[in-house]
């Protein structure tokens, strides 16, 4: 299976309502929008623009996920972001935004 039909499985299997053809799509869920983007092709990561959302999530395969993340944290976007890495039919989340601190 091809890595873009992966991430838009793996986010569908979420509860995310999956929007768009290709390498960059959008998945919706609730209140929340994701940004979703397949390995990049170029160097260039997305601008965080008013247009571009503030979650941005990047799907990758296991060669490819050190090089990227050093490459967000390096550029700091602007955005939160993470990679989740695809290896054959498992994934896993690499690299998610810090969330909500609770106390027990």
Same mark, same amino acid.
């Given at each position: 299976?091809?890595? $873009?039909?992966?991430?838009?499985?793996?986010? +569908?299997?979420?509860? /995310?309502?999956?929007?768009?053809? #290709?390498?960059?799509?959008?998945?919706?869920?609730?209140?929340?929008? $994701?940004? $979703?983007?397949?390995?990049?092709?170029?160097?260039?990561?997305? &601008?965080?623009? +008013? #247009?571009?959302?503030?979650?941005?999530?990047?799907?990758?395969? &296991?060669?490819?996920?050190?090089?990227?993340?050093?490459?967000?944290?390096?550029?700091?976007?602007?955005?939160?972001? +993470?990679?989740?890495?695809?290896?054959?039919?498992? /994934?896993?989340?690499?690299?998610?935004? &810090? #969330?909500?601190?609770?106390? +027990?």
């Amino acid at each position: 299976m091809r890595l $873009v039909e992966q991430a838009r499985s793996i986010f +569908a299997d979420l509860g /995310y309502t999956v929007e768009g053809t #290709g390498p960059a799509f959008r998945a919706e869920r609730a209140w929340k929008v $994701v940004h $979703v983007n397949t390995v990049l092709e170029n160097e260039t990561l997305p &601008p965080a623009s +008013a #247009g571009s959302g503030q979650f941005h999530c990047f799907v990758a395969h &296991p060669d490819d996920a050190d090089d990227l993340e050093a490459r967000l944290e390096r550029q700091n976007p602007g955005y939160e972001w +993470a990679i989740i890495v695809v290896d054959g039919e498992d /994934y896993q989340v690499e690299r998610a935004p &810090p #969330g909500p601190r609770v106390s +027990a």
